[in-house]
């Protein structure tokens, strides 16, 4: 269940996309250490009905965590994979409405593709899957203990990574300070997703 926050504090989104269990992490946009301050995951199953009404689920999730509210100022999605035909074409589906419900609003988004996110959170743009959780666990174990969570799948520790790099994104854009400094890589890979981001023009 996702933790209630305030609609005054401004947050930032990293969500990892999947019709079984899609993961997302919200942390302060106005802080300038990255500060969690929620991680779930929205899980489906066939149980619930056909696709779109797993999509439905998901999209219900996001909003009762605030993904789509003026307070959420950015968000970072991790990109489409190459994979089996029908699952990708599931994710085409579920992706284009999460980024059609933020274009709607006029809700900036970027979109970072998975070899980016994993070698943000680990070092390698290749790392298994099965290594992320515990990988990323240990990058962010001071966050994830000043906020009271642990990461409970791969799902939650790909949004972390997500919302890491939307968060740094975010606040280099706006030349907001940033702690601790970031390297020389990691401002090449923000000048680079700088060029992505999706700027909707606000509805009227």
């Known amino acids: 269940m996702a933790n209630p926050i305030p609609d005054s504090v401004k ?8 019709l079984t269990a899609t993961g997302y992490c919200v942390c302060a946009a106005d802080s300038p250490e990255f500060t969690i301050l929620d991680l779930q995951t929205v899980k489906t199953s066939p149980l ?4 779109f009404t797993r999509i439905q689920k998901i999209v219900h999730g996001l909003e009762n965590a605030g993904a789509f509210k ?8 991790e990109d489409l994979a ?6 990708f074409l599931i994710l085409c589906e579920l992706g284009g409405v999460i980024r059609y419900e933020h274009f709607r609003r006029g809700m900036d988004w970027v979109d970072i593709s998975p070899p980016t996110g994993k070698k943000h959170a680990t070092g390698k743009g290749n790392t298994q899957k099965n290594m992320i959780p515990m990988l ?4 962010y174990a001071t966050e994830l203990l000043q906020a009271g969570f642990q990461i409970k ?12 790099l939307g968060w740094l994104l975010y606040r280099h854009s706006h030349n907001l300070v940033i702690r601790p400094e970031v390297s020389k890589d990691t401002l090449s890979t923000l000048k ?3 060029e992505k981001v999706v700027i909707p023009k606000k509805p009227v």
């Open 70 to 77: 003026p307070h959420t100022v950015f968000t970072a999605i």
């Open 48 to 51: 619930d009905g056909g696709t």
């Open 11 to 18: 947050v930032i989104f990293g969500l990892d996309l999947s």
């Open 192 to 194: 680079k997703l700088s």
């Open 136 to 139: 990323v666990g240990q990058k």
């Open 153 to 164: 799948d791969d799902n939650q520790a790909d949004a972390i990574s997500m919302c890491h």
């Open 82 to 87: 190459f994979g089996f035909a029908g699952a």
